[in-house]
């Protein structure tokens, strides 16, 4: 099972009291582990992190040194990748439907990666990036995944020959295809099933004159949590398995963005309210919905959370700071009885948490400490 990163107690309480709470305290060193266990169990494949998990500069910089590429979604991505000495090789515009800022921005920046679905797309790519390279993304059916992406993006495989006409007519460079399986895919099934797709596109391709050379397994791998229990390692060599047996001599490319941030931020927040409604304990926090806490509406994500209690246990609701009455996180959740002040750890809260925080109601979003710059505490912590 993967290591991830959780404070212990001591340094849990060292670091709310020099820092304040909501805290996010992110260690690199879980990032660089996280983006080495895939590059080792998938060498070869170049893996482009999803800045929209996590966009936090020390973090990207850091992926940026060990040697990462970059999927974008937006202008906003692109141009500060650009702006952080990231090549513009290194980046693809993943975003199947790109806005007129996007595409000016990858033109401004050097971009020439591109992904599309669908045929308007073909001409605003082809007249802001005059034989620029385009995968074709590839709808994939996968019931399982926590975050279904397939509503939304991706041409059905019958339309696949049509589109890479098209694109080539416009003097694109139709380098090859791409999907996302859903974001926290569990098994290695729905790649599995969609790399055969691909390849059935692929060959069908090739007798129309194409060279297909890159393929895009795009994002999905989940975060390894304890309650899910997965076993990343066998579901990435079913895939290395997949991939080396129809496309062997294919350009690979990933776009993990869960599996690299997931696992490497805590949220350290602070009880600051407690009432009993209807005969309910509630539980008021100092980060909420509209914080760090965004993952449970954006991504569907039920976080654990640590007490440092032991003992009896019993369902509580979990409120956030607004005066917002949908700011409620949880309902009916386990935990040891609570006091205002205690101080509550958040484990793996890295991905899709911060990235989508807001300020609402005036309440900052939660400070990011990186965790391997804090020597002297840690060595205190130990
Ligand atoms: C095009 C694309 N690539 C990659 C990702 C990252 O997915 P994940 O965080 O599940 O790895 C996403 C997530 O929405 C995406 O839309």
Redesign the pocket.
Known sequence: MQSFFKLTRPATESLAAEYGTPLLVLSLEQVKDNYRFLTERLPGVKV?Y?V??NPERRLVAALAAAGSYF?A?SDGEMLDLAAMGVAPDRIIY???IKTAGGLAAASRTGVRKF?FDSENEIGRIARAIPGGTVLL?IRVDNTQ?L?D?NKK?GAPPEDALRLLRLAREQGLDAGGL?F?V????TSAKAYTEAIKVCRRIADAAASDGFALRILDI?????IPTPQENVDVAAMLAEIRGALAARFPAAEVWC??????C?TAVNLITRVIGSQTRNNQQWYFLDEGLYGTFSGVVFDHWDFALETFKGGRQIAATFAGPSCDSFDVMFRDKLTAPLVVDDLILVPNCG??TSASATTFNGFAKAAVVVWEELTALRAAAV
């Open positions: 482009h999803a929209k998990a999927d979604a993943a975003n199947p992904t993304r995944a975050v992406l993006f791409c996302h859903g974001s926290q895919s795009g994002g999905g791998f989940p776009e993990p963005g869960r599996f690299i997931g991905a899709y």
